[in-house]
Protein backbone atom coordinates (compact mmCIF):
# COMPACT_ATOMS: atom_id res chain seq x y z
CA UNK A 1 0.00 0.00 0.00
CA UNK A 2 0.86 3.66 -0.69
CA UNK A 3 2.98 5.06 2.40
CA UNK A 4 2.59 8.96 2.21
CA UNK A 5 5.11 9.42 5.05
CA UNK A 6 8.31 7.26 3.43
CA UNK A 7 7.15 8.58 0.33
CA UNK A 8 7.60 12.77 1.95
CA UNK A 9 10.59 11.47 3.37
CA UNK A 10 12.21 10.41 0.68
CA UNK A 11 11.01 13.04 -2.04
CA UNK A 12 12.42 15.52 0.88
CA UNK A 13 15.44 14.03 0.82
CA UNK A 14 15.76 13.68 -3.11
CA UNK A 15 15.15 17.43 -3.40
CA UNK A 16 17.75 18.52 -0.98
CA UNK A 17 20.41 16.68 -2.86
CA UNK A 18 18.72 17.84 -6.43
CA UNK A 19 18.08 21.12 -6.22
CA UNK A 20 20.83 23.25 -5.95
CA UNK A 21 20.32 27.24 -5.38
CA UNK A 22 16.56 29.13 -5.89
CA UNK A 23 13.67 27.55 -7.23
CA UNK A 24 10.27 28.49 -8.07
CA UNK A 25 7.46 26.81 -7.65
CA UNK A 26 4.10 26.94 -9.55
CA UNK A 27 1.29 26.90 -7.65
CA UNK A 28 -2.40 27.20 -8.19
CA UNK A 29 -4.27 26.17 -5.03
CA UNK A 30 -5.07 22.72 -5.58
CA UNK A 31 -4.13 19.74 -3.65
CA UNK A 32 -1.32 18.84 -6.42
CA UNK A 33 0.46 21.83 -6.48
CA UNK A 34 0.31 22.99 -2.94
CA UNK A 35 1.86 19.35 -1.54
CA UNK A 36 4.55 20.07 -4.75
CA UNK A 37 5.03 23.41 -2.83
CA UNK A 38 4.83 22.30 1.15
CA UNK A 39 7.22 19.19 0.04
CA UNK A 40 9.87 21.57 -1.65
CA UNK A 41 9.53 24.27 1.62
CA UNK A 42 10.55 21.49 3.89
CA UNK A 43 13.42 20.09 1.31
CA UNK A 44 14.95 23.95 0.35
CA UNK A 45 12.98 26.56 3.02
CA UNK A 46 13.99 29.92 2.00
CA UNK A 47 15.20 29.40 -1.37
CA UNK A 48 11.67 28.68 -2.12
CA UNK A 49 9.59 30.98 -3.94
CA UNK A 50 5.65 30.22 -4.62
CA UNK A 51 4.53 31.74 -7.75
CA UNK A 52 0.77 31.97 -7.94
CA UNK A 53 -0.44 33.34 -11.47
CA UNK A 54 -4.36 34.49 -11.76
CA UNK A 55 -5.02 33.67 -14.95
CA UNK A 56 -8.57 35.40 -15.28
CA UNK A 57 -10.12 31.80 -15.25
CA UNK A 58 -10.12 31.14 -11.68
CA UNK A 59 -13.28 30.51 -10.01
CA UNK A 60 -15.14 33.27 -7.86
CA UNK A 61 -13.42 34.24 -5.03
CA UNK A 62 -10.83 31.84 -5.81
CA UNK A 63 -7.75 34.16 -5.93
CA UNK A 64 -8.33 35.70 -2.53
CA UNK A 65 -9.10 32.94 -0.98
CA UNK A 66 -5.64 30.56 -2.09
CA UNK A 67 -3.70 34.00 -1.65
CA UNK A 68 -4.95 33.72 2.40
CA UNK A 69 -4.52 30.12 2.67
CA UNK A 70 -0.99 29.73 0.88
CA UNK A 71 0.20 32.65 2.91
CA UNK A 72 -1.14 30.66 6.10
CA UNK A 73 1.37 27.64 5.28
CA UNK A 74 4.15 30.27 4.87
CA UNK A 75 5.21 30.11 1.68
CA UNK A 76 7.05 33.18 0.11
CA UNK A 77 4.62 34.46 -2.50
CA UNK A 78 3.98 36.38 -5.70
CA UNK A 79 0.90 36.84 -7.05
CA UNK A 80 1.06 37.56 -10.75
CA UNK A 81 -1.81 39.12 -12.44
CA UNK A 82 -1.95 38.08 -16.16
CA UNK A 83 -5.73 37.99 -16.94
CA UNK A 84 -5.21 40.48 -19.43
CA UNK A 85 -2.17 38.64 -21.25
CA UNK A 86 -4.11 35.12 -21.26
CA UNK A 87 -7.16 36.50 -22.76
CA UNK A 88 -4.82 38.33 -25.32
CA UNK A 89 -3.18 35.34 -26.31
CA UNK A 90 -6.45 33.15 -26.78
CA UNK A 91 -7.86 35.32 -28.63
CA UNK A 92 -9.78 33.27 -31.18
CA UNK A 93 -8.34 30.32 -29.82
CA UNK A 94 -11.22 27.53 -29.92
CA UNK A 95 -9.39 24.52 -30.58
CA UNK A 96 -8.91 22.51 -27.28
CA UNK A 97 -5.30 21.32 -28.28
CA UNK A 98 -4.28 25.04 -29.26
CA UNK A 99 -5.95 26.43 -26.15
CA UNK A 100 -4.22 24.34 -23.97
CA UNK A 101 -0.82 24.62 -26.20
CA UNK A 102 -1.26 28.65 -25.88
CA UNK A 103 -2.55 28.22 -22.12
CA UNK A 104 1.12 26.15 -21.31
CA UNK A 105 3.11 28.72 -23.08
CA UNK A 106 2.24 31.36 -21.49
CA UNK A 107 2.39 29.90 -17.87
CA UNK A 108 5.86 29.03 -18.69
CA UNK A 109 6.79 32.52 -20.26
CA UNK A 110 5.54 33.74 -16.77
CA UNK A 111 7.62 31.49 -15.08
CA UNK A 112 10.48 32.02 -16.61
CA UNK A 113 10.18 36.11 -16.39
CA UNK A 114 9.59 35.57 -12.42
CA UNK A 115 12.59 32.89 -12.29
CA UNK A 116 15.20 35.57 -13.73
CA UNK A 117 14.07 37.89 -11.09
CA UNK A 118 14.45 35.61 -8.43
CA UNK A 119 17.52 34.09 -9.67
CA UNK A 120 16.04 30.24 -10.01
CA UNK A 121 17.34 27.84 -11.95
CA UNK A 122 14.48 25.65 -11.09
CA UNK A 123 10.76 25.05 -11.93
CA UNK A 124 9.23 22.91 -9.69
CA UNK A 125 5.68 21.60 -10.36
CA UNK A 126 2.93 19.45 -8.55
CA UNK A 127 2.46 17.32 -11.97
CA UNK A 128 0.94 13.76 -10.89
CA UNK A 129 0.82 10.92 -13.33
CA UNK A 130 -2.49 11.05 -14.93
CA UNK A 131 -1.00 14.61 -16.43
CA UNK A 132 1.93 12.83 -18.36
CA UNK A 133 -0.17 9.61 -19.21
CA UNK A 134 -2.79 11.96 -20.49
CA UNK A 135 -0.54 14.30 -22.19
CA UNK A 136 0.96 11.55 -24.59
CA UNK A 137 3.88 10.66 -26.07
CA UNK A 138 6.22 7.59 -27.46
CA UNK A 139 3.83 4.91 -28.26
CA UNK A 140 0.88 7.03 -25.98
CA UNK A 141 -1.57 8.87 -27.93
CA UNK A 142 -2.54 11.76 -26.34
CA UNK A 143 -5.80 12.28 -24.84
CA UNK A 144 -5.42 15.97 -23.79
CA UNK A 145 -2.41 18.01 -23.41
CA UNK A 146 -2.03 18.89 -19.66
CA UNK A 147 -0.64 22.70 -19.68
CA UNK A 148 2.27 21.53 -17.43
CA UNK A 149 3.66 18.77 -19.52
CA UNK A 150 1.82 18.55 -23.01
CA UNK A 151 1.27 22.12 -22.97
CA UNK A 152 5.32 23.24 -22.30
CA UNK A 153 6.64 24.97 -25.12
CA UNK A 154 9.60 22.66 -26.70
CA UNK A 155 12.04 25.18 -24.87
CA UNK A 156 12.08 25.87 -21.12
CA UNK A 157 14.80 28.06 -19.61
CA UNK A 158 14.24 26.11 -16.48
CA UNK A 159 14.85 22.63 -14.84
CA UNK A 160 11.90 21.07 -14.47
CA UNK A 161 11.34 18.89 -11.27
CA UNK A 162 8.24 17.25 -10.66
CA UNK A 163 7.75 15.19 -7.04
CA UNK A 164 4.58 14.05 -7.82
CA UNK A 165 5.03 12.69 -10.80
CA UNK A 166 4.14 8.92 -10.21
CA UNK A 167 1.12 9.64 -7.86
CA UNK A 168 -2.45 9.86 -8.66
CA UNK A 169 -5.04 12.18 -6.92
CA UNK A 170 -6.15 9.86 -3.91
CA UNK A 171 -2.53 9.48 -3.05
CA UNK A 172 -1.48 13.17 -3.51
CA UNK A 173 -4.66 13.73 -0.90
CA UNK A 174 -2.71 11.11 1.32
CA UNK A 175 0.26 13.28 1.64
CA UNK A 176 -1.69 16.55 2.02
CA UNK A 177 -3.16 14.50 5.03
CA UNK A 178 -0.28 13.81 6.45
CA UNK A 179 1.72 16.87 5.91
CA UNK A 180 -1.84 18.57 7.47
CA UNK A 181 -1.98 20.83 4.48
CA UNK A 182 -5.70 22.15 4.54
CA UNK A 183 -6.28 21.54 0.82
CA UNK A 184 -6.97 17.99 0.55
CA UNK A 185 -10.37 17.48 0.30
CA UNK A 186 -10.09 20.02 -1.93
CA UNK A 187 -12.00 18.67 -5.38
CA UNK A 188 -9.68 18.77 -8.44
CA UNK A 189 -9.68 22.11 -10.75
CA UNK A 190 -7.37 21.98 -13.88
CA UNK A 191 -4.88 24.72 -14.41
CA UNK A 192 -6.20 26.21 -17.29
CA UNK A 193 -9.34 26.79 -15.72
CA UNK A 194 -12.59 27.95 -16.89
CA UNK A 195 -10.81 28.25 -19.97
CA UNK A 196 -11.16 24.72 -20.82
CA UNK A 197 -15.10 25.42 -19.58
CA UNK A 198 -15.82 27.60 -22.12
CA UNK A 199 -16.16 26.01 -25.34
CA UNK A 200 -15.87 28.07 -28.37
CA UNK A 201 -14.98 31.74 -28.10
CA UNK A 202 -13.09 32.70 -24.53
CA UNK A 203 -14.53 36.38 -24.30
CA UNK A 204 -15.07 37.61 -20.77
CA UNK A 205 -18.29 37.70 -21.21
CA UNK A 206 -18.54 33.75 -21.87
CA UNK A 207 -15.92 33.05 -18.70
CA UNK A 208 -18.57 35.29 -16.78
CA UNK A 209 -21.27 33.28 -17.86
CA UNK A 210 -18.83 30.06 -16.66
CA UNK A 211 -17.79 31.22 -13.50
CA UNK A 212 -21.10 31.63 -12.14
CA UNK A 213 -22.78 28.83 -13.37
CA UNK A 214 -19.87 26.96 -11.79
CA UNK A 215 -20.56 29.11 -8.36
CA UNK A 216 -23.73 27.62 -8.03
CA UNK A 217 -23.15 24.18 -8.95
CA UNK A 218 -20.56 24.32 -5.98
CA UNK A 219 -23.00 25.98 -3.93
CA UNK A 220 -25.84 23.85 -4.57
CA UNK A 221 -24.06 20.83 -4.27
CA UNK A 222 -22.20 21.47 -1.17
CA UNK A 223 -24.95 22.55 0.60
CA UNK A 224 -26.64 19.46 -0.12
CA UNK A 225 -23.45 17.49 1.03
CA UNK A 226 -23.56 19.43 4.27
CA UNK A 227 -26.98 18.79 4.92
CA UNK A 228 -26.18 14.99 4.17
CA UNK A 229 -28.40 14.61 1.20
CA UNK A 230 -25.41 13.36 -0.95
CA UNK A 231 -22.33 12.15 -0.46
CA UNK A 232 -19.87 14.72 -2.70
CA UNK A 233 -19.14 13.51 -5.94
CA UNK A 234 -15.15 13.22 -6.39
CA UNK A 235 -15.46 16.49 -8.91
CA UNK A 236 -18.53 18.95 -10.16
CA UNK A 237 -18.52 21.63 -12.51
CA UNK A 238 -20.29 23.50 -14.99
CA UNK A 239 -19.41 24.16 -19.13
CA UNK A 240 -20.78 26.76 -21.41
CA UNK A 241 -21.73 25.03 -24.76
CA UNK A 242 -21.39 27.28 -27.99
CA UNK A 243 -25.11 25.82 -29.10
CA UNK A 244 -28.37 27.57 -28.90
CA UNK A 245 -31.50 26.53 -28.11
CA UNK A 246 -34.86 28.03 -28.25
CA UNK A 247 -36.68 29.16 -24.87
CA UNK A 248 -39.32 30.91 -23.52
CA UNK A 249 -39.08 34.15 -21.70
CA UNK A 250 -42.13 36.29 -20.37
CA UNK A 251 -44.15 34.91 -23.13
CA UNK A 252 -41.49 36.05 -25.79
CA UNK A 253 -39.03 33.96 -27.85
CA UNK A 254 -35.44 33.92 -26.49
CA UNK A 255 -32.57 31.94 -28.20
CA UNK A 256 -29.86 31.20 -25.79
CA UNK A 257 -26.46 29.39 -24.92
CA UNK A 258 -27.09 26.17 -23.05
CA UNK A 259 -24.75 25.05 -19.49
CA UNK A 260 -24.37 21.74 -19.45
CA UNK A 261 -23.25 20.24 -15.58
CA UNK A 262 -21.35 17.18 -14.72
CA UNK A 263 -20.70 15.36 -11.80
CA UNK A 264 -18.31 12.46 -11.71
CA UNK A 265 -17.38 10.01 -9.11
CA UNK A 266 -13.65 8.65 -9.24
CA UNK A 267 -10.36 7.64 -7.18
CA UNK A 268 -7.85 9.04 -9.59
CA UNK A 269 -9.31 10.73 -12.26
CA UNK A 270 -7.75 7.88 -14.79
CA UNK A 271 -11.60 6.17 -15.16
CA UNK A 272 -14.71 8.19 -13.58
CA UNK A 273 -18.43 7.09 -13.77
CA UNK A 274 -21.29 9.96 -13.38
CA UNK A 275 -22.75 11.05 -10.24
CA UNK A 276 -26.42 9.56 -10.05
CA UNK A 277 -27.21 13.25 -8.17
CA UNK A 278 -30.82 13.57 -7.15
CA UNK A 279 -33.21 15.16 -9.35
CA UNK A 280 -34.61 17.15 -6.35
CA UNK A 281 -30.70 19.29 -6.25
CA UNK A 282 -30.38 19.26 -10.20
CA UNK A 283 -33.75 21.26 -10.31
CA UNK A 284 -32.40 23.79 -8.20
CA UNK A 285 -29.22 24.03 -9.73
CA UNK A 286 -31.13 24.32 -13.06
CA UNK A 287 -33.45 26.98 -12.08
CA UNK A 288 -30.68 29.15 -10.14
CA UNK A 289 -28.86 29.37 -13.71
CA UNK A 290 -31.49 29.69 -16.25
CA UNK A 291 -32.78 32.53 -13.84
CA UNK A 292 -29.59 34.44 -12.50
CA UNK A 293 -28.18 33.51 -16.38
CA UNK A 294 -31.39 34.28 -17.78
CA UNK A 295 -29.83 36.82 -20.24
CA UNK A 296 -27.65 34.24 -22.17
CA UNK A 297 -28.55 30.62 -20.97
CA UNK A 298 -31.97 29.13 -21.58
CA UNK A 299 -31.40 25.44 -20.82
CA UNK A 300 -29.41 23.56 -18.70
CA UNK A 301 -28.44 19.88 -19.36
CA UNK A 302 -26.66 16.96 -17.11
CA UNK A 303 -24.05 15.06 -18.51
CA UNK A 304 -24.35 11.49 -18.11
CA UNK A 305 -21.28 10.00 -19.83
CA UNK A 306 -18.62 7.67 -18.01
CA UNK A 307 -15.01 8.13 -18.33
CA UNK A 308 -14.31 6.16 -20.78
CA UNK A 309 -15.59 6.76 -23.44
CA UNK A 310 -15.56 10.27 -22.25
CA UNK A 311 -13.51 12.37 -20.69
CA UNK A 312 -13.97 14.28 -16.82
CA UNK A 313 -13.48 17.81 -18.06
CA UNK A 314 -15.29 18.19 -21.87
CA UNK A 315 -11.74 19.65 -23.28
CA UNK B 1 7.89 -14.90 -0.27
CA UNK B 2 5.98 -12.10 -2.32
CA UNK B 3 9.10 -9.63 -1.12
CA UNK B 4 11.27 -11.11 -3.50
CA UNK B 5 8.56 -11.79 -6.62
CA UNK B 6 9.00 -9.28 -9.68
CA UNK B 7 6.09 -8.64 -12.07
CA UNK B 8 7.04 -6.04 -14.55
CA UNK B 9 4.80 -3.84 -16.77
CA UNK B 10 5.57 -3.99 -20.32
CA UNK B 11 4.37 -0.46 -22.38
CA UNK B 12 2.43 -0.17 -25.16
CA UNK B 13 1.30 2.68 -24.80
CA UNK B 14 -1.78 2.39 -22.73
CA UNK B 15 -3.63 4.84 -20.67
CA UNK B 16 -4.01 2.57 -17.59
CA UNK B 17 0.07 1.36 -18.06
CA UNK B 18 1.07 3.41 -14.59
CA UNK B 19 -2.32 1.95 -13.24
CA UNK B 20 -1.35 -1.60 -13.43
CA UNK B 21 2.18 -0.83 -12.25
CA UNK B 22 -0.11 0.54 -8.89
CA UNK B 23 -1.87 -2.14 -8.67
CA UNK B 24 0.94 -5.08 -8.49
CA UNK B 25 2.98 -2.55 -5.87
CA UNK B 26 -0.08 -2.09 -3.86
CA UNK B 27 -0.41 -6.25 -3.59
CA UNK B 28 4.01 -5.65 -2.26
CA UNK B 29 5.70 -7.28 -5.54
CA UNK B 30 8.42 -5.69 -6.93
CA UNK B 31 7.41 -4.01 -10.26
CA UNK B 32 8.24 -1.29 -12.71
CA UNK B 33 7.38 -0.62 -16.40
CA UNK B 34 9.95 -1.36 -19.08
CA UNK B 35 9.37 -0.55 -22.78
CA UNK B 36 8.10 -3.00 -25.12
CA UNK B 37 11.50 -3.08 -26.93
CA UNK B 38 13.32 -4.53 -23.64
CA UNK B 39 14.86 -8.19 -24.80
CA UNK B 40 14.15 -10.97 -23.30
CA UNK B 41 17.32 -11.72 -22.02
CA UNK B 42 17.66 -9.01 -20.13
CA UNK B 43 14.29 -9.28 -18.27
CA UNK B 44 14.89 -10.33 -15.05
CA UNK B 45 11.38 -11.32 -13.88
CA UNK B 46 8.83 -13.83 -12.59
CA UNK B 47 6.05 -12.53 -14.56
CA UNK B 48 4.88 -10.00 -17.50
CA UNK B 49 2.14 -7.60 -17.71
CA UNK B 50 1.60 -6.68 -21.41
CA UNK B 51 -0.49 -3.30 -21.27
CA UNK B 52 -3.20 -1.98 -23.78
CA UNK B 53 -2.28 0.70 -26.13
CA UNK B 54 -3.68 3.06 -28.67
CA UNK B 55 -1.90 1.17 -31.62
CA UNK B 56 -4.48 -0.44 -34.28
CA UNK B 57 -2.23 -3.01 -35.26
CA UNK B 58 -1.94 -3.85 -38.59
CA UNK B 59 -3.40 -7.04 -38.46
CA UNK B 60 -1.68 -8.79 -41.02
CA UNK B 61 1.75 -8.10 -39.95
CA UNK B 62 3.38 -9.23 -36.45
CA UNK B 63 5.16 -6.16 -34.78
CA UNK B 64 4.72 -5.17 -31.40
CA UNK B 65 8.35 -4.24 -29.80
CA UNK B 66 9.46 -7.63 -28.91
CA UNK B 67 6.03 -8.96 -27.51
CA UNK B 68 6.66 -12.26 -30.28
CA UNK B 69 9.98 -13.14 -28.37
CA UNK B 70 8.29 -12.77 -24.72
CA UNK B 71 5.43 -14.98 -25.74
CA UNK B 72 7.51 -17.67 -26.63
CA UNK B 73 10.31 -18.06 -25.09
CA UNK B 74 9.46 -16.75 -21.65
CA UNK B 75 10.34 -19.17 -18.79
CA UNK B 76 7.27 -17.16 -16.56
CA UNK B 77 3.25 -16.12 -16.69
CA UNK B 78 2.17 -13.89 -18.69
CA UNK B 79 -1.04 -11.53 -18.65
CA UNK B 80 -1.98 -9.75 -22.10
CA UNK B 81 -4.33 -6.92 -21.31
CA UNK B 82 -6.68 -5.62 -23.99
CA UNK B 83 -3.84 -4.81 -26.83
CA UNK B 84 -1.55 -7.56 -25.38
CA UNK B 85 -4.48 -9.67 -24.92
CA UNK B 86 -5.39 -9.23 -28.75
CA UNK B 87 -1.45 -9.67 -29.63
CA UNK B 88 -1.29 -12.57 -27.78
CA UNK B 89 -4.10 -14.06 -29.85
CA UNK B 90 -2.39 -13.05 -33.44
CA UNK B 91 0.94 -14.44 -32.35
CA UNK B 92 -0.50 -17.64 -31.72
CA UNK B 93 -2.15 -17.35 -35.26
CA UNK B 94 -5.83 -16.49 -33.91
CA UNK B 95 -7.75 -13.06 -35.98
CA UNK B 96 -7.91 -10.07 -34.69
CA UNK B 97 -10.16 -7.36 -36.14
CA UNK B 98 -12.41 -4.05 -35.36
CA UNK B 99 -15.66 -5.18 -33.17
CA UNK B 100 -18.83 -4.99 -34.65
CA UNK B 101 -19.79 -3.11 -31.38
CA UNK B 102 -16.26 -1.73 -29.78
CA UNK B 103 -16.83 -1.16 -26.08
CA UNK B 104 -16.39 1.70 -23.86
CA UNK B 105 -16.37 2.05 -19.95
CA UNK B 106 -19.05 -0.06 -18.32
CA UNK B 107 -19.92 -3.68 -19.24
CA UNK B 108 -20.93 -7.26 -17.80
CA UNK B 109 -18.70 -10.03 -18.14
CA UNK B 110 -19.50 -13.29 -17.65
CA UNK B 111 -17.09 -16.51 -16.97
CA UNK B 112 -17.41 -19.17 -19.19
CA UNK B 113 -15.28 -21.56 -17.81
CA UNK B 114 -12.98 -21.84 -14.86
CA UNK B 115 -9.44 -20.38 -15.01
CA UNK B 116 -7.24 -19.95 -11.83
CA UNK B 117 -7.17 -15.90 -13.41
CA UNK B 118 -10.58 -15.64 -11.87
CA UNK B 119 -10.79 -17.66 -8.91
CA UNK B 120 -12.87 -17.01 -6.05
CA UNK B 121 -14.60 -14.51 -8.46
CA UNK B 122 -18.71 -14.28 -9.32
CA UNK B 123 -19.84 -16.16 -12.50
CA UNK B 124 -20.92 -12.26 -13.19
CA UNK B 125 -19.58 -9.07 -12.92
CA UNK B 126 -18.62 -5.24 -13.96
CA UNK B 127 -15.72 -4.27 -16.00
CA UNK B 128 -14.52 -1.42 -17.16
CA UNK B 129 -13.75 -1.72 -21.35
CA UNK B 130 -11.79 0.47 -24.11
CA UNK B 131 -11.35 -1.10 -27.14
CA UNK B 132 -11.89 -0.34 -30.64
CA UNK B 133 -10.85 -4.20 -32.02
CA UNK B 134 -11.35 -7.74 -30.85
CA UNK B 135 -10.57 -11.25 -31.07
CA UNK B 136 -12.94 -12.75 -33.62
CA UNK B 137 -10.98 -16.56 -34.12
CA UNK B 138 -9.17 -18.23 -30.90
CA UNK B 139 -5.93 -19.31 -31.56
CA UNK B 140 -4.89 -22.98 -31.18
CA UNK B 141 -4.24 -24.33 -27.65
CA UNK B 142 -6.28 -21.31 -26.28
CA UNK B 143 -9.55 -21.60 -24.53
CA UNK B 144 -12.27 -18.63 -23.71
CA UNK B 145 -12.65 -18.13 -20.20
CA UNK B 146 -15.20 -15.35 -20.26
CA UNK B 147 -17.53 -12.86 -22.97
CA UNK B 148 -19.54 -9.91 -22.98
CA UNK B 149 -22.78 -9.20 -24.86
CA UNK B 150 -20.85 -7.31 -27.55
CA UNK B 151 -17.29 -9.39 -27.25
CA UNK B 152 -17.07 -13.09 -27.26
CA UNK B 153 -13.47 -13.16 -26.23
CA UNK B 154 -13.46 -11.12 -23.54
CA UNK B 155 -11.01 -13.49 -21.95
CA UNK B 156 -8.60 -16.74 -22.93
CA UNK B 157 -6.19 -18.70 -21.47
CA UNK B 158 -3.66 -21.11 -22.97
CA UNK B 159 -4.78 -24.75 -21.87
CA UNK B 160 -1.11 -25.92 -20.64
CA UNK B 161 0.84 -22.65 -20.71
CA UNK B 162 0.36 -20.12 -17.96
CA UNK B 163 -0.75 -17.53 -21.15
CA UNK B 164 -3.88 -15.45 -20.11
CA UNK B 165 -5.29 -12.75 -21.83
CA UNK B 166 -8.15 -10.26 -20.80
CA UNK B 167 -10.37 -7.58 -23.11
CA UNK B 168 -11.29 -5.68 -19.96
CA UNK B 169 -9.22 -3.87 -18.04
CA UNK B 170 -8.81 -5.36 -14.33
CA UNK B 171 -6.54 -2.74 -13.09
CA UNK B 172 -9.04 0.25 -13.41
CA UNK B 173 -10.48 1.27 -10.18
CA UNK B 174 -14.26 0.68 -11.47
CA UNK B 175 -13.57 -3.38 -12.36
CA UNK B 176 -15.50 -4.93 -9.71
CA UNK B 177 -12.74 -7.43 -8.39
CA UNK B 178 -9.79 -5.74 -10.57
CA UNK B 179 -7.60 -6.53 -7.41
CA UNK B 180 -8.49 -9.88 -7.22
CA UNK B 181 -7.51 -10.50 -11.06
CA UNK B 182 -4.17 -9.29 -10.57
CA UNK B 183 -3.89 -11.17 -6.64
CA UNK B 184 -4.55 -14.41 -8.63
CA UNK B 185 -1.91 -13.21 -11.23
CA UNK B 186 0.24 -12.63 -8.48
CA UNK B 187 -0.11 -16.21 -7.16
CA UNK B 188 0.09 -18.00 -10.42
CA UNK B 189 3.60 -16.15 -10.83
CA UNK B 190 4.96 -17.32 -7.30
CA UNK B 191 3.36 -20.93 -8.00
CA UNK B 192 5.19 -20.96 -10.83
CA UNK B 193 8.41 -19.24 -9.49
CA UNK B 194 8.26 -22.08 -6.59
CA UNK B 195 8.11 -24.92 -9.41
CA UNK B 196 10.87 -23.91 -11.88
CA UNK B 197 12.87 -23.96 -8.60
CA UNK B 198 12.12 -27.24 -7.56
CA UNK B 199 12.61 -28.28 -10.60
CA UNK B 200 16.15 -27.08 -10.94
CA UNK B 201 17.46 -28.26 -7.57
CA UNK B 202 16.35 -31.36 -8.74
Keep these: MFNAEKFVTEETARLKGHVKGNAIIACSGGVDSTVAAAIAKEAIGDRLVTVYVDTGFMRKGESESIKRMLEKIGLNLRFVEAGDEFFEALKGVTEPEHKRKVIGEKFIRIFERIAKEEKAKYLIQGTIAPDWIESGGGARDTIKSHHNVGGLPKEVGLEIVEPLRDLYKDEVRKVAKFLNVEVHERQPFPGPGLAIRVLGDLTRENVEIAREANAIMEEELEKAHKEKKITKPWQYFAVLLPVKSVGVHGDARNYGYMIALRAVESVDGMSASYSKLPHEILDKISVRITNSLGKSVNRVVYDITNKPPGTIEFE | ?202
Design chain 2, 1 to 202: MKNSLKIFVVDNGGQWTHREWRVLRDLGVETKIIPNSVPLQEIDADGLVLSGGAARINWETLNLGKISEYLDEAKFPILGICLGHQFMALHFKGTVSPSATPEFGKMQVDIKSDSPIFKGLPRKFIAWESHNDEIQTLPKGFEITASSQNCRIQAMHHVSKPLYGLQFHPEVEDTEFGEDIFKNFVEICEKHKVRGSKHVQR
